[in-house]
């Protein structure tokens, strides 16, 4: 099958991409609301990009034409979020947060979750989250409906027990973060994991 994401099927790629290039990473994040309150929403256009700089990258599309989600407007604003992975112990409260409540609305806390405070930013951190990453904006590339927000990972918080104190390896059966696969409310755990050796 070929498929013309120039021509006849532009109109679907969203569909067919976001189908096709599974299981992607979620990243649940926190920014500051205009008024102070904290503003959480998942997106699963997302991943690591580097390391040196560290930095992490993830794509809200526009709400309209010219008219960004409030993630991205409040990152336009402040320069600063926090990634979080959810794991299966989140997976609800997490598209929870993708829900469109009512402004003033705090999503955290309409979905049970609760904040502490960021070591580097003003915006906080989920709790009951496995990971949180504290984030600056390095800078956010508009590509036509799509923002593509880079950030540089400045604190890592991570569950205890989850990394190895000494060595910093993820410990065996610690992390359980879930992805995103196919359809509207395709998920999938991290469970199921095999080794392929790599050659010399
Ligand atoms: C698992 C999951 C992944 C999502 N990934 C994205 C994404 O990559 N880009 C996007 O624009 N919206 C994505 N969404 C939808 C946003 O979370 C949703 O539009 C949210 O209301 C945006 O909130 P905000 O306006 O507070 O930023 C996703 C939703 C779910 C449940």
């Known amino acids: 099958m070929h498929l013309d994401l120039t021509t006849t099927h532009a109109k679907d790629a969203y569909k067919i991409l976001s189908g096709i290039v599974t299981p992607r990473p979620i990243a649940l994040v926190t920014t500051l609301n205009e008024d102070k309150s904290i503003n959480a929403a998942p997106f699963s ?28 407007k409040n990152i ?17 409260q997490m598209v929870g947060c993708a829900a469109s409540w009512p402004y003033g609305v705090s999503e955290l806390a309409a979905v049970g979750l609760t904040t502490t405070p960021s070591t580097a930013l003003s915006v906080p951190r989920i709790t009951e989250a496995p990971v949180a990453l504290e984030c600056e904006e390095w800078g956010t590339l508009n590509i036509g409906d799509n923002r ?53």
Not at 45 to 70: M, T
Not at 77 to 91: C, G, M, N, Q, W
Not at 165 to 173: A, G, K, R, V, Y
Request: charged letters at 25%; one cysteine or more; a negative charge.
């Open 45 to 72: 256009f997302f991943n690591v990009l580097g390391a040196s700089p560290p930095i992490i990258g993830f794509a809200p599309g526009d709400r309209e034409p010219g008219i960004p989600k409030d993630t991205a």
């Open 76 to 92: 336009r604003r402040t320069k600063e979020f926090v990634v979080h992975l959810p794991d299966e112990s989140i997976a609800q």
């Open 148 to 200: 593509l927000i880079i950030g540089r990972v400045l604190h890592v918080h991570t569950r205890s027990g989850i990394l190895n104190p000494e060595t910093l390896h993820i410990e065996e059966n610690a992390y359980h973060p879930i992805g995103r696969v196919h359809g509207p409310d395709g998920y999938c755990t991290t469970r199921d994991q095999f080794k392929v050796e790599r050659p010399e």
